[in-house]
Each structure stands twice: as structure tokens, then as C-alpha cells.
Nanobody, 124 residues
Framework: TQELMESGGGSVQSGGSLRLSCAAS?????MAWFRQAPGKEREGVAA???????EYAKSVKGRFTISRDNAENTLYLQMNSLKPEDTATYYC?????????????????????WGQGTQVTVSS
């Protein structure tokens, strides 16, 4: 059984929008989105704690919005003003820990659970 299931990826032109979703089947406190482009390291995009506190990578701040529905145990990523450099496989991540410091929220080593990824392609 997959603990995290992403959906919502696809192809869009530069300047367009996409919304990603991630449904969790385990108890978690912090959730995040990471992405990995071919030949590059997986990088943190945005994270949200159980109390609603958020962190964003500088490259997406002001364009992407992370949110969660705690009742449905679902994570979202609204991506606006998409650029070709946003093209990557996007992964949902989650962890039950309530002791991750805010400056660590975009570190992939802090997360126990991972989704299988969903592809986002932005054409110019």
C-alpha cells in the first residue's frame, strides 16, 4: 500500500497553472513537495506543518502556494506563472515528526514517506 499518492501533473505552456494533490493514508504532521529534474538533485519546493506554517524555496515563492486539508489528509500545491525551469517530477513527502525545525523543512532527509512522483512539463 502506497502511503502517499500524488495526482494532478501534466503539460502546460509557460505562464500557465497546475494544481497537484497528494492523499496520505498515514498519520503525518509535516508535508512537503519536492521536485527532481533530469540530471539534478531532488530539491525542496514547499512545506507545510500541521499548524499551517509554511516554507518555500526562493525559486517558487510568490508563484506557488502549498496548502493542506487536515480533515481529508490531503496536500495541495497550486502552481501559477509556471516556467520551463519548473519542469520536473514532483514528489509528495510527509513525516509524523513535530520536531523538524523550520530551516530543515526543505531537506529531503527529514521525510519518512514519499510518493511515486508526478510529471510536470512546462513548454516555452
Amino acid at each position: 500500500t502506497q502511503e502517499l499518492m500524488e495526482s494532478g501533473g501534466g503539460s502546460v505552456q509557460s505562464g500557465g497553472s497546475l494544481r497537484l494533490s497528494c492523499a496520505a493514508s498515514v498519520d503525518i504532521y509535516v508535508m512537503a513537495w519536492f521536485r527532481q529534474a533530469p540530471g539534478k538533485e531532488r530539491e525542496g519546493v514547499a512545506a507545510i506543518e500541521g499548524d499551517g506554517s509554511t516554507e518555500y524555496a526562493k525559486s517558487v515563492k510568490g508563484r506557488f502556494t502549498i496548502s493542506r486539508d487536515n480533515a481529508e489528509n490531503t496536500l495541495y500545491l497550486q502552481m501559477n506563472s509556471l516556467k520551463p525551469e519548473d519542469t520536473a517530477t514532483y514528489y509528495c513527502a510527509a513525516d509524523p515528526s513535530e520536531t523538524i525545525f523550520s530551516f530543515q523543512l526543505l531537506e529531503k532527509a527529514k521525510y519518512r514517506y514519499w510518493g511515486q512522483g508526478t510529471q510536470v512539463t512546462v513548454s516555452s
